[in-house]
């Protein structure tokens, strides 16, 4: 099995800019820069399977091999139309986090008829499973969504946001914007190299048995174990890198 999955997301905000009205008095404005988030997932995978019965017994035993990695792919971004110097265009190369998963996933089976008649069975399984989805690309791009807000005065009372009536001498709030380069298509995010897909192992044994036609009764045991979680930790700092600031308008 091969399977090729593009992930392209684009998202606009109308005119480049959204007016914040503070009970009914002009606030500030949220001026932005497009999103274009384009990604691609590859996945190969392979199975097999074999039975094996003798007497009362049957045995199931297969594997299953997954392959799966992502990118970033390029991507450009217009500049925000009202204020282009401040947010401006973008041109992104692409990344890749250059982690792949590989992952063997065994399956086991076991039935036996226990008094030979078939209507008493026991049976066990066992099987690891492994996560379908890699994610690592989402991390490395840096073309998302920019916001930069700014004071603003509505100074001719129309509610809407023109650059004559906003004070950029300072920024009151960002995200997705480095005020040292406001062309940077570096992520400021890592992907960890040995980073491993989610795992979870099982284990269920069960015995069945019929009491009379179209009427069983069955006990069964499910044991699953979940690990290799992935998460996302903040490099470099602690809480001792942080202090109040009051924010005054």
């Known amino acids: 099995r091969w399977r090729n999955t593009p992930f392209d997301s684009y998202s606009t905000r109308g005119g480049g800019v959204t007016a914040r009205v503070d009970a009914g008095v002009p606030d500030s404005a949220?001026?932005?820069?497009?999103?274009?988030?384009?990604?691609?997932?590859?996945?190969?995978s392979a199975y097999i399977n074999d039975s094996y019965n003798r007497g009362r017994m049957r045995i199931n035993v297969g594997v299953r091999l997954d392959y799966q990695d992502d990118a970033?792919?390029?991507a450009t971004v217009a500049a925000n139309p009202l204020i282009p110097d401040i947010l401006p265009a973008l041109n992104f190369p692409g990344a890749d986090s250059g982690v792949t998963y590989a992952d063997w996933s065994p399956r086991f089976g076991f039935t036996y008829d226990v008094f030979g008649?078939?209507?008493?069975?026991?049976?066990?399984?066992?099987?690891?499973?492994?996560?379908?989805?890699i994610f690592t690309a989402g991390t490395l791009n840096p073309v998302g969504e920019s916001r930069v807000r700014y004071a603003w005065n509505d100074a001719n009372g129309d509610l809407f946001v023109q650059t004559n009536e906003v004070d950029f001498s300072?920024?009151?709030?960002?995200?997705?914007?480095?005020?040292?380069?406001?062309?940077?298509?570096?992520?400021?995010?890592?992907?960890?190299?040995?980073?491993q897909n989610d795992r979870t192992r099982e284990v269920i044994v069960g015995l069945d048995h019929e009491l009379m036609p179209d009427f069983g009764l069955g006990v069964t045991y499910i044991y699953r174990n979940y690990d290799h979680f992935s998460w996302t930790p903040t490099n470099g700092l602690s809480s001792g890198d942080y202090e109040p600031v009051t924010i005054t308008r």
Do not use: H
């Open 30 to 44: 949220d001026f932005y820069r497009n999103n274009v988030s384009l990604r691609e997932m590859s996945n190969i």
């Open 170 to 195: 300072r920024i009151l709030s960002r995200s997705n914007y480095n005020i040292d380069d406001p062309t940077a298509v570096t992520s400021p995010n890592s992907v960890d190299p040995g980073l």
């Open 72 to 74: 970033a792919k390029a």
């Open 117 to 133: 008649t078939g209507k008493t069975v026991a049976k066990a399984s066992a099987a690891i499973y492994y996560g379908q989805g």
